[in-house]
């Protein structure tokens, strides 16, 4: 972190060295309130992140249970024939669309 030069307050009023005061306070409280937004900030990541890791540990448990899965060839998806060679379907909004491949006969 770059040291920063204490400002000068002499010779300055008494006037002059109230507003300082005032403005150095206003910059005092205008830090802590962002220190504390990116606290609250800081502990809800940590919260949503815990819920996705537990979400995760939990699908992952599942499908680690599931002793068929990969042990079957794949079954073939019949495509209706595409002059592009390939069958686009919109899935949502979020997702876009899938495009399949064209299966060869």
């Known amino acids: 972190m770059a040291a920063v030069a204490a400002p000068s307050f002499e010779g300055l009023a008494r006037e002059e060295l109230m507003q300082k005061v005032v403005e150095l306070q206003q910059g005092l409280s205008e830090l802590?309130?962002?220190?504390?937004?990116?606290?609250?900030?800081?502990?809800?990541?940590?919260?949503?992140?815990?819920?996705?890791?537990?979400?995760?540990?939990?699908?992952?448990?599942?499908?680690?249970?599931?002793?068929?899965?990969?042990?079957?060839?794949?079954?073939?998806?019949?495509?209706q024939h595409n002059p592009d060679g390939a069958q686009s379907v919109r899935v949502n909004d979020h997702i876009g669309e899938l495009t399949a491949p064209a299966m060869d006969d």
Not at 35 to 55: A, F, P, S
């Open 32 to 79: 802590s309130l962002k220190v504390d937004t990116v606290k609250g900030e800081n502990t809800q990541l940590r919260e949503d992140n815990m819920v996705l890791k537990d979400y995760l540990n939990n699908l992952m448990s599942k499908v680690g249970r599931m002793s068929s899965l990969g042990s079957m060839a794949p079954s073939r998806v019949m495509i």
